[in-house]
């Protein structure tokens, strides 16, 4: 496990001792900020950690679910859990952040280490300014660090997915069709991973409704929701060009196999005649008048040449070898 401990003190970051309390941090502080960051966590410690949070039953419960999905509760008194989930790149399978808020004490806990998270305290670091000085504030401040991040990463595979249909505007080949469909599944991925903040951002909006929190966070997430919104349209926009693609690489490989039939059809059809003329003089009748006639051979060459030719002449009147 990784630990930062940050306090945040008149807009100003500082990084403190790692072995500070987080119950004792609770308990004791009133006024600043304190951030409290564990990643590459395993799942004892995180039980560990769960407990020292001194939580009900009910509130350990929420906490340690492991069902797999985005998570909005209130905990202790005006205390907030959330579960949201991230990646760290567009094509690579999201994972679940815990974002636990208790008084001005906040506290984020992911099982990887978060490129999200990282740049987020980086910003801090480097002075960026949180609006309020009530943690809420600052558990919006990480919000809007995980939106960012989700759109660059829409942004990137955007910008891969357009270069990769350019690339089929030429003439698509069978393996495209492959390549289309793994790249919709890494799509379908960050589209659900969109989905669930979004509906995690809206469940937290209904609780920010409550008096005790300030008016202004609810405008802060209003537009977080709104820009995951438009991200989840355009998302779902992006897919519908790659399932068009799909239909075209599809029609393209069902001409292509049209035109391989047509081919077979023919030569079958070519042949069918000539193989009639060949087995009609193959068989061993003692009495073929034909067999004793001096130019039968020839002739019987040229009738079947002849025949062949006409068909073949049939066929591109017909257009078949277009």
């Known amino acids: 496990m990784i630990k930062k401990v940050i306090r945040i003190k008149n807009q100003r970051y500082t990084e403190i001792d790692e072995n500070v309390s987080v119950v004792e941090t609770i308990a004791q502080n009133k006024h600043d900020l304190f951030w409290f960051d564990y990643s590459e966590i395993v799942?004892?410690?995180?039980?560990?950690?769960?407990?020292?949070l001194q939580l009900n039953d009910l509130e350990k419960l929420f906490l340690t679910d492991k069902k797999a999905f985005p998570k909005v509760e209130t905990i202790k008194t005006n205390g907030l859990y959330l579960r949201v989930p991230t990646s760290n790149a567009w094509e690579y399978n999201s994972h679940y952040i815990h974002l636990i808020l208790i008084g001005n004490v906040f506290i984020t806990v992911s099982r990887v280490k978060s490129n999200a998270i990282e740049k987020a305290l980086q910003q801090l670091k480097a002075g960026a300014l949180i609006e309020g000085i009530e943690g809420v504030f600052l558990l919006m401040f990480l919000l809007e660090g995980l939106e960012e991040h989700l759109v660059n990463n829409y942004l990137?595979?955007?910008?891969?997915?357009n270069e990769f249909i350019?690339?089929?505007?030429?003439?698509?080949?069978?393996?495209?069709?492959?390549?289309?469909?793994?790249?919709?599944?890494k799509l379908d991925g960050i589209a659900g991973q969109c989905e669930e903040f979004l509906f995690g951002c809206t469940l937290l909006r209904t609780i920010l409704s409550i008096p005790v929190f300030p008016v202004s966070t609810k405008k802060i997430l209003n537009d977080i929701v709104d820009t995951l919104t438009h991200v989840e349209n355009s998302m779902r926009k992006l897919d519908n060009r790659l399932e068009d693609q799909l239909h075209r690489i599809d029609s393209h490989l069902r001409e292509l196999a049209d035109k391989r039939l047509r081919m077979l059809t023919i030569l079958s059809s070519i042949f069918l005649p000539l193989t009639f003329i060949s087995s009609l003089y193959g068989m061993n009748f003692e009495f073929m008048p034909e067999l004793s006639y001096k130019y039968a051979y020839p002739i019987c060459l040229a009738v079947m040449g002849i025949v062949a030719i006409i068909m073949l002449a049939f066929f591109a009147i017909k257009g078949w070898f277009k």
Not at 156 to 161: D, L, P, T, V
């Open 166 to 185: 350019a690339s089929l505007d030429v003439k698509p080949h069978d393996e495209d069709n492959d390549n289309v469909v793994r790249i919709k599944g």
């Open 43 to 52: 799942p004892s410690e995180w039980a560990a950690l769960v407990d020292s």
């Open 156 to 161: 990137e595979a955007r910008n891969i997915i």
